[in-house]
């Protein structure tokens, strides 16, 4: 099982914590009460490859379609629905979300190719993520990719335990379908605000694949360069 990058220090730490901890408990209970110490050992173990569950980094062969947009996380389909965006387009936009639970990938990856015109971080409060609210008012950074004539904006949201947003992109930059975008860490929710009248290849409670699974349809794409897209990126 890969690991990615993101998660080489939490579990550093993570592992560090359990050593110390059991060392300390077997040193002064092992004798007096080796269950409890089991018990604390058993917990701990489940608790640090939990952690390295979390940053795991699946091999898979990635979707690439000129015409397609790609689910950018892994997850559940929770909002289909149209919005009225304040914050970039100003205008109305269909807007698909999914919720990352803490089992799922939290590699966030690039929907469709082309240019990042936006790209901005806001801080924010900590609801649940499945909370209409948090599309808004939570932490979160968006980032705008424009291919030919067609916009489109993503969303990565925290959530009341996912308090930590890293993205890769910056203002400018060409963009391949399937690379990575960025990571959140600990449970959170992407949103993707489309055009209206998207075609969409995703059904409400839907589970999703980041990288994977076709959103939607957008015809008027200009095509992907499929050399950039690398399996594991």
């Given at each position: 099982m890969n690991i990615h990058k993101e998660g080489y220090r939490s579990i550093a730490l993570g592992a560090l914590i359990f050593g110390a901890t059991n060392i300390i408990v077997f040193f002064f209970f092992s004798a007096s009460m080796p269950v409890v110490t089991l018990i604390v050992f058993i917990v701990s173990f489940i608790l640090l490859l939990f952690i390295i569950s979390f940053f795991r980094s699946p091999k898979r062969n990635f979707t690439v379609a000129h015409h397609q947009v790609i689910c950018p996380a892994d997850g559940k389909v929770v909002v289909i629905e149209e919005i009225?965006?304040?914050?970039?387009?100003k205008d109305k936009r269909l807007q698909v979300s999914i919720f990352m639970s803490p089992a799922n990938v939290h590699i966030n990856r690039i929907p469709m190719s082309g240019e990042v015109e936006y790209s901005q971080y806001h801080k924010g409060k900590y609801l649940v993520a499945w909370n209409p609210k948090s599309s808004t008012e939570n932490e979160r950074h968006s980032v705008v990719i424009k291919s030919d004539n067609v916009e489109i904006l993503v969303k990565q949201i925290?959530?009341?335990?996912?308090?930590?947003?890293?993205n890769y992109l910056s203002?400018?930059?060409?963009?391949?379908?399937?690379?990575e975008m960025g990571f959140i860490k600990f449970g959170s929710r992407v949103d993707v605000l489309l055009p209206v009248g998207t075609e969409l290849n995703v059904t409400l409670n839907q589970n999703v694949k980041g990288g994977v699974t076709v959103l939607a349809t957008i015809n008027t794409l200009v095509p992907a360069n499929e050399e950039n897209i690398q399996e594991n990126k």
């Open positions: 009225t965006d304040t914050e970039f387009f925290a959530g009341a335990v996912a308090k930590r947003i890293v203002v400018g930059q060409k963009v391949h379908q399937g690379n």
